[in-house]
C-alpha cells in the first residue's frame, strides 16, 4: 500500500522560526499537497504539486511556501511563523486526478 | 470559487440507528464527488467516490451515497451504524475538467455513535 510518511507527529516553535514541514510518498505519485485541518473549518488546501518543480497555489497559501526537488518529496516551509499557524498539518499524494488520496499521519505544530 | 457544505456539523446516534450526512457543493460543472473519513488517531482514509455513471455509489464498511445533480448534493448514507462508525466524516470535491485538480473539502461532521 502506498506510504505517505511525514517527518514529525508533534512540533513547537517560537514565533518568527522559519519551520519545516517534510513528506514522503514512496508511490511515485505525480501529485503532492498539503492541507491544514482546524477543528470546525474541515481540511483546507495550502499549496499543491503536480510534478517536480511544479506547484499551485491552493486557498490559503500565504505566509507559506513550497519546495519539490524531487518526485518523492514535498516540503511546506514557514518563512516566520505565527500563532495562527498553530495547526494540525496534512500531506497527500495521489496519482491521476480521479484516484483517491493517501494521507500522511500528520504534523501537529504548535506556534508559542 | 467552488465550495462544499457539510451542514451537520456533530451526530450522536445509537447503535442500529440510520444514518445520513449532507453534503452540497456549489460548483455547476461536472465533478468528481468523494466522502472521506478520519477514524479517532487514524489518517483519512477513502469511503467512496463517485465519478459518472450510476449515481448511487457503494462504499467500504457498509456506506453508500446518492449524487443528485440538481440539488448538487452528494449525502452518505448508511443503514444501521456500528459503535467502530464513530469518526469524523469529510466530503470532498474536485472538478479536474476546469482545472480545479486538487480536493476541496467541506468542513467536516463528526459521528459519535453510542453503544
Known amino acids: 500500500d502506498v506510504k505517505v510518511t511525514q517527518s514529525s507527529r508533534y512540533l513547537v516553535k517560537r514565533t518568527g522560526e522559519k519551520v519545516f514541514l517534510e513528506c514522503v510518498q514512496d508511490?511515485?505519485?505525480?501529485?503532492m499537497f498539503w492541507y491544514r485541518q482546524d477543528p470546525g473549518l474541515g481540511l483546507r488546501l495550502i499549496y499543491f504539486?503536480?510534478?517536480?518543480?511544479?506547484?499551485e497555489k491552493g486557498d490559503i497559501p500565504e505566509g507559506y511556501s513550497v519546495s519539490r526537488e524531487k518526485k518523492e518529496r514535498f516540503s511546506l516551509i514557514l518563512e516566520s511563523a505565527s500563532t495562527n499557524q498553530t495547526s494540525m498539518y496534512l500531506c497527500a499524494s495521489r496519482g491521476g486526478s480521479g484516484e483517491k488520496l493517501f494521507f500522511g499521519s500528520g504534523t501537529q505544530l504548535s506556534v508559542l | 470559487a467552488q465550495s462544499v457544505s457539510q451542514h451537520n456539523h456533530h451526530v450522536i446516534l445509537s447503535e442500529a440507528a440510520s444514518l445520513e450526512l449532507g453534503c452540497n457543493y456549489s460548483?455547476?460543472?461536472?465533478?468528481?464527488l468523494f466522502w472521506y473519513v478520519q477514524y479517532p488517531g487514524q489518517h483519512l482514509q477513502l469511503l467512496l467516490k463517485?465519478?459518472?455513471?450510476?449515481?448511487l455509489v457503494k462504499g467500504i464498511k457498509g456506506f453508500e451515497a446518492e449524487f443528485i445533480k440538481s440539488k448538487f448534493s452528494f449525502n452518505l448514507r448508511k443503514p444501521s451504524v456500528q459503535w467502530s462508525d464513530t469518526a469524523e466524516y469529510f466530503c470532498?470535491?474536485?472538478?479536474?475538467?476546469?482545472?480545479?485538480?486538487?480536493?476541496?473539502f467541506g468542513s467536516g461532521t463528526r459521528l459519535q455513535v453510542q453503544p
Open positions: 508511490m511515485d505519485h505525480e501529485n
Open positions: 504539486s503536480y510534478d517536480v518543480k511544479m506547484k
Open positions: 460548483y455547476g460543472g461536472t465533478v468528481n
Open positions: 470532498a470535491v474536485n472538478a479536474p475538467q476546469a482545472g480545479r485538480r486538487a480536493l476541496t
Open positions: 463517485y465519478f459518472s455513471g450510476d449515481p
